[in-house]
Nanobody, 124 residues
Framework: QVQLVESGGGLVQTGASPLLSCAAS????????MGWFRQAPGKEREFVAA????????YYGNSVEGRFTISRDNAKNTVYLQMGSLKPEDTAVYYC?????????????????WGQGTQVTVSS
């Protein structure tokens, strides 16, 4: 079992660059690909970014590529999402998720473990 706890959300202004963090429990963190997803009110959950178990491979959703950066620190069992150039349409609950293997994926169903989410609200 893996427990994930996100932090770093809140109310930010357009153009801000907040950092989201996700701390994971367990001793197998480096063997798990990690992902960030988001869900805005009335919309389906959307893929944001993913990173492989080693951290050597990353993948981004079209709406955030070039603005967000995913990274991980396996020594700290933590994955990060550095957000940049935020827009009001980035407003959503952001979820951290973990796979059971080290290969990244953009599919929700490939992630059996999810955090509770952290709200990010971008004011215009």
């Amino acid at each position: 079992q893996v427990q994930l706890v996100e932090s770093g959300g809140g109310l930010v202004q357009t153009g801000a660059s907040p950092l989201l963090s996700c701390a994971a429990s367990g001793r197998t963190f480096s063997s798990r690909a990690m992902g960030w997803f988001r869900q805005a009110p009335g919309k389906e959950r959307e893929f944001v970014a993913a990173v492989s178990g080693s951290g050597s491979s990353t993948y981004y959703g079209n709406s955030v590529e070039g603005r967000f950066t995913i990274s991980r620190d396996n020594a700290k069992n933590t994955v990060y999402l550095q957000m940049g150039s935020l827009k009001p349409e980035d407003t959503a609950v952001y979820y951290c998720a973990a796979r059971t293997i080290r290969y990244l994926s953009r599919r929700n169903d490939d992630y059996p473990y999810w955090g509770q989410g952290t709200q990010v609200t971008v004011s215009s």
